[in-house]
């Protein structure tokens, strides 16, 4: 089992930053994908970047590249999420989650394990 929890979200403003973390416990990640996952008010959850074991496969969703960087530090079983740029269309809970593939699959139906969310609201 793998307990997953966000952290760092917020309330800000158009253009500011934000850095979320996402701690995993209970059994190491090391060799597992992770990614960020988000959801918005009324809308499915949608991808938003992964990350495979070794850091060195990154993938983003159209609408946050360029502005978003995912990273992870095995030796800390964390994941990060910094967030640039933020815009009112970025609003939503943010989700990590871990699958067992060592590719990421960037598909919600592949992830074994979810953390709870944490809200980041970015006002214009």
């Known amino acids: 089992q793998v307990q997953l929890v966000e952290s760092g979200g917020g309330l800000v403003q158009t253009g500011d930053s934000l850095r979320l973390s996402c701690a995993a416990s209970?059994?190491?990640?090391?060799?597992?994908?992770m990614g960020w996952f988000r959801q918005a008010p009324g809308k499915e959850r949608e991808f938003v970047a992964a990350?495979?074991?070794?850091?060195?496969?990154?993938y983003y969703s159209d609408s946050v590249k360029g502005r978003f960087i995912i990273s992870r530090d095995n030796a800390k079983n964390t994941m990060y999420l910094q967030m640039n740029a933020l815009k009112p269309e970025d609003t939503a809970v943010y989700y990590c989650a871990v699958e067992s593939s060592s590719t990421p699959t960037r598909n919600i139906q592949s992830m074994d394990y979810w953390g709870k969310g944490t809200l980041v609201t970015v006002s214009s």
């Open positions: 209970g059994r190491t990640v090391r060799t597992s994908s």
């Open positions: 990350i495979n074991w070794n850091g060195l496969m990154l």
